[in-house]
């Protein structure tokens, strides 16, 4: 079994920069590509960013990429999101997942376990 659990969430301007952490413990974290995630009010979840067990590969979402970065530290057993030049559309819970398949995947249902999520709002 694997717990995740985000932190880092809040309130930031428009412009502004945050940055989002995961925290897994159980099972193995080197081995697992992680994820990150969003929901907005009244939208699906979509995908934001991933990253694979090595680092050595990502993908972001069109909406997010040149402004946000995923990167992990495995001896930590922590995912980070880096969000940066934020706008009011990023607003959203945001959850990490774990997935026990290699490739950083945009597709929620290739994820095994997901945190509780940690909720970012962007004032303008």
């Known amino acids: 079994q694997v717990q995740l659990v985000e932190s880092g969430g809040g309130l930031v301007q428009a412009g502004g920069s945050l940055r989002l952490s995961c925290a897994a413990s159980?099972?193995?974290?080197?081995?697992?590509?992680m994820g990150w995630f969003r929901q907005a009010p009244g939208k699906e979840r979509e995908f934001v960013g991933a990253?694979?067990?090595?680092?050595?590969?990502?993908n972001y979402a069109d909406s997010v990429k040149g402004r946000f970065i995923v990167s992990r530290v495995n001896a930590k057993a922590t995912v980070y999101l880096e969000m940066n030049s934020v706008k009011p559309e990023d607003t959203a819970v945001y959850y990490c997942?774990?997935?026990?398949?290699?490739?950083?995947?945009?597709?929620?249902?290739?994820?095994?376990?997901w945190g509780q999520g940690t909720q970012v709002i962007v004032s303008s």
């Open positions: 990253i694979s067990w090595s680092g050595g590969g990502t």
């Open positions: 159980g099972r193995a974290f080197s081995t697992f590509t």
């Open positions: 997942a774990a997935r026990y398949g290699s490739g950083p995947s945009p597709a929620g249902y290739d994820y095994n376990h």
